[in-house]
């Protein structure tokens, strides 16, 4: 029972220490931020008035438009961003941190001054947009939080992308054969499953290298439901590949707060059931006994082992939970959005939800916000692309994707993952 | 003491394993039969065809799905064998036209852009072998590109969408940046802007500037659910007529518009009344339709009584290459008055009195 298979210099959980002494990361990346916002704001500003419409014709309390002209505008807030940054800066030459609220402060300034600046002379639907940025970012959030139990517990999870494939596949096979989106939803779940016993079973039992398991399973799924859609889903479409769609649900009094109400409470069951799944997995994680146990089993499996948790089960049945939450998500696509399945249609939203995990952390709420993050820098693009955006599209395409290697980068920084994630446990 | 010993799993784990890892093998089995397609054995058994796809596939509701039917109907009508290869992704794409080469056929048919450079390749190395491209320009002694000037017919759905929208808004969006794509996003600009002119309105297009060649993209062919967010983008700028030129990523405008309520699309490659879901039908203003299966039949015929040649073929309205799809279920909306003066239009494209140009235009 003694014979250690880990080094124990990497497994025990030091604590983060605060090792520069000069905060100088945010000062310099606030001061590049507001050099932009001069540039942009100052001397590239454009004139004409941004409208922000906030309310929607279907929403119960009207708030009206508001006029934001433009240059007047971008001119204030770029000195305002250049007062903050000074401000940062001069806090990091007396030793102290660039504290979160202004750094939160910071974007939210640079964001409303970058809307006014891009929406000169059109009117910015502010509802539309945010309502686009949560359609996009429920995939996301599922997959992440299948990828954040996995990987919390052990197993590095590199096949959520197949397990919303297989379960954007077997939810609108299911939805159309029984004609109930609920059982689609369910058969979505196993289907995710599914996919995780066989990632389970290389990466715990048989020590496979997970990375290379997961990789694998991808190209499975998605060469598996592309001949599966190509052979049985397109010539019997009417009778297979028709789901019906969950309806959006009106929750009472809260869709009607003006703004928010309308877009995260007037949507369908799937996302209801990500608002719980995410807070489901965060008090699970941090407040139960279940989620302790998890924890033990990724960050040191000896030990765990050596109080009586069987490591392998444990890893073996959170991955296949992991693997019905990703499922789920995988329903939103066919279910939550067109109905239909389509080849491939999962487009790496399964790799996004991975690096939301990295970005956030492994915590279920911070990988939560970098996918909405993510959806919401994909709507912006393409709302601004609508409104006749100075940037060319190739560019505004790539948005996303900038912002959240600059996220990852800038804000995160060095991370530290569950220390055994990855590392089969070979018991002595 | 051993050293590495498998962990046992936990005896109700074991049923789990086994039950997954038998439906993916079940699964891989059950289907394999249907996938090649039975081969004609007619009276020029000699003479053989082959086409290979790009990675969309064989079912993606264009291009590859209208050559094979193209081909496949050469072979029944020409009693000649005809075979497929599908290419799933993109370095599938050299091997498998070396492939239908070695298989020595005299005729093989590659699909899409992508497949350009191994069919130019091929081409230069097996002279004797007849080539044929859809969508793309290919230079060689014995290669004929079959192209489709679709700006002709976008032009007329553009004219219609002007015609019909309540909102005095159109828009379009593509799935990436090319010229295939952006030949439908121009010619719509140029039909809505000819509908102004003709009538002294101000209908606008949102998602496409043609001087600027550069508007809305969702960046892919596959993910629908963008699709359906950049259409309630559109709806909520007050579009109500759309135009994806995204493959399957059009289906999530279709139900992103049929959501709205109040949204109209219009399909593109094949006539979207009948290839989408039912629920969909009451939407679909029109489609810009590509012939690429009369096409495929005509150059296939040719080659078999051996009058091959590399000039491209370009699909216009004169031709019957390009046109659009009948209005369906919105023929009353449209009016006959609309469809009489769009009918005049295609005349008037045909007779060349009106020309519709694009730095796409094949």
């Known amino acids: 029972m003694s014979t250690a298979t880990h080094d124990p210099g990497t497994s025990v959980a030091v604590p983060v220490t605060r090792t520069d002494r000069r905060h100088v990361k945010a000062p310099i990346a606030l001061g590049v931020f507001a050099l932009l916002a001069v540039l942009l704001f100052v001397f590239g500003r454009r004139d004409g008035v941004a409208t922000f419409q906030l309310s929607r014709a279907a929403d119960v309390v009207q708030v009206p438009n508001i006029p934001v002209p433009s240059a007047p505008t971008g001119i204030v807030l770029a000195f305002v961003l250049v007062a903050l940054s000074i401000l940062s800066g001069w806090w990091a030459r007396s030793g102290r941190r660039t504290p979160t609220w202004l750094v939160a402060l910071f974007a939210a300034l640079f964001l409303l001054g970058f809307l006014a600046w891009a929406a000169a002379g059109a009117t910015l639907p502010i509802a539309g947009l945010l309502a686009g940025s949560l359609a996009l970012a429920v995939p996301l959030i599922f997959g992440s939080m299948g990828g954040v139990i996995s990987e919390r517990v052990g197993v590095v999870n590199v096949a959520i992308e197949g397990q919303l494939l297989a379960g954007a596949f077997t939810s609108a096979l299911v939805a159309s054969i029984t004609g109930s989106s609920l059982a689609g939803l369910a058969a979505a779940m196993v289907a995710g499953v599914l996919v995780s016993f066989v990632l389970a079973a290389f990466s715990i039992k048989y020590f496979v290298d997970q990375v290379i398991v997961g990789v694998v399973l991808n190209v499975l799924v998605s060469g598996l439901t592309g001949f599966l859609f190509a052979q049985l889903l397109s010539p019997n479409a009417a009778a297979l590949n028709s789901p019906p769609r969950f309806a959006r649900i009106n929750i009472p009094l809260l869709s009607e707060i003006p703004i928010l109400g309308p877009v995260l409470f007037r949507q369908t069951l799937i996302v209801y059931l990500m608002y719980i799944a995410v807070a489901a997995v965060y008090f699970g994680l941090f407040h139960t006994r279940w989620g302790l146990r998890l924890r033990a089993v990724g960050e040191h499996p000896q030990a765990a082992d050596t109080v009586g948790i069987n490591v392998a089960a444990t890893r073996f049945w959170n991955v296949s939970l992991a693997g019905a939450i990703a499922g789920a998500g995988g329903a939103f696509f066919t279910l939550g959005s067109v109905g239909a399945f389509g080849k491939d249609m999962t487009a790496g939203a399964g790799f996004i939800a991975l690096a939301a995990v990295i970005f956030g952390r492994w915590d279920p709420i911070r990988a939560t916000l970098a996918a909405l993050l993510f959806g919401f820098a994909s709507n912006l693009q393409n709302v601004l692309g609508i409104i006749g955006s100075p940037v060319p599209s190739e560019f505004m395409l790539m948005l996303p994707y900038v912002v959240t290697i600059f996220a990852v980068a800038g804000l995160v920084g060095r991370v530290r993952g569950p220390a055994a994630a990855g590392k089969p446990y070979v018991k002595g | ?362």
């Open chain 2, 1 to 362: 003491m051993a050293s590495v010993r498998p962990m046992p799993l936990s005896a109700a784990a074991r049923p789990f394993l086994l039950l997954s890892t038998s439906v993916l093998l079940l699964a891989g089995c059950a289907a394999a039969p249907e996938a090649s397609p039975e081969v004609e054995s007619g009276a020029s058994a000699d003479y053989c065809a082959r086409m290979v796809t790009n990675s969309g596939g064989l079912q993606d509701r264009s291009f590859n799905q209208s050559s094979w039917a193209g081909l496949e109907r050469a072979g029944e009508e020409l009693g000649i064998d005809a075979d497929v290869i599908v290419s799933t992704t993109e370095t599938d794409l050299a091997p498998n036209v070396a492939q239908a080469v070695e298989s020595g056929c005299s005729f093989v048919l590659t699909v899409g852009y992508e497949l350009a450079a191994a069919t130019l390749e091929e081409a230069e190395q097996n002279p004797d072998v007849h080539f044929s491209i859809v969508d793309e320009v290919v230079e060689a002694e014995n290669v004929k590109p079959i192209i489709f000037d679709t700006a002709q017919a976008a032009f007329l759905a553009g004219y219609l969408a002007a015609g019909v929208t309540e909102t005095g808004t159109v828009a379009t969006f593509g799935g990436g940046n090319q010229p295939p794509v952006t030949l439908f996003m121009d010619g719509f600009v140029d039909g809505v802007a000819h509908y102004n002119e003709v009538k002294g309105t101000d209908v606008r297009v949102l998602g496409w500037n043609k001087q600027a060649q550069d508007g809305v993209f969702t960046g892919d062919f596959e993910d629908v659910n963008k699709g359906n967010t950049t259409t309630k983008n559109f709806l909520d700028q007050g579009a109500d007529v759309i135009l994806p030129v995204a493959g399957q990523v059009g289906e999530g405008a279709a139900a992103a518009a049929l959501e709205a309520g109040n949204g109209l699309i219009i399909w593109v490659d094949n006539d979207g009344y009948e290839t989408l879901p039912a629920e969909y039908r009451p939407l679909v203003l029109t489609s810009v339709l590509k012939n690429t299966a009369d096409a495929v039949v005509d150059i296939v015929g040719a080659d078999v009584n051996g009058t091959f040649d590399n000039a491209p073929f370009v699909g216009t309205l004169k031709n019957g290459g390009v046109d659009i799809a009948p209005y369906h279920d919105l023929e009353e909306r449209v009016g006959a008055d609309l469809a009489a003066e769009i009918d005049a239009l295609r005349e008037d494209i045909v007779a060349g009195t009106i020309e519709i140009t694009s730095p796409s235009t094949p």
